[in-house]
């Protein structure tokens, strides 16, 4: 059984830091790309970050790069997400997603940035 569970959501001030992580299970973890998404309410889900499942070659979307670092761990089977200087806009649900020969997805945790 796929899982992909992640943790580290919650409530951040604006300017604060927040690390979210994702562990894998169910799957051969290094043979898969691995991303964060995000969905506001009323919006699209969009992709945040990539890191690439051997080379660890890493991208961002324009409205977090700099600010949000995604790495991973293949011995822990875990993608991360550092972010920083958080702003009020990225307050949504963010999702992982591993993709190489299928794609699957988290449940979603929530992060809300608040003052």
């Known amino acids: 059984q796929v899982q992909l569970v992640e943790s580290g959501g919650g409530l951040v001030r604006p300017g604060g830091s927040q690390r979210l992580s994702c562990v894998a299970s169910?799957?051969?973890?290094?043979?898969?790309?691995m991303s964060w998404y995000r969905q506001a309410p009323g919006t699209e889900r969009e992709l945040v970050a990539t890191?690439?499942?051997?080379?660890?070659?890493?991208k961002y979307s324009d409205v977090v790069k700099g600010r949000f670092f995604i790495s991973r761990d293949n011995a822990k089977k875990t993608v991360y997400l550092q972010m920083n200087n958080a702003q009020s806009e990225d307050t949504a649900v963010y999702f992982c997603?591993?993709?190489?020969?299928?794609?699957?997805w988290g449940q979603g945790t929530q992060v809300t940035v608040s003052s």
């Open positions: 890191i690439t499942s051997r080379t660890f070659e890493t």
């Open positions: 997603n591993g993709k190489w020969n299928r794609s699957y």
């Open positions: 169910g799957i051969f973890f290094e043979n898969y790309d």
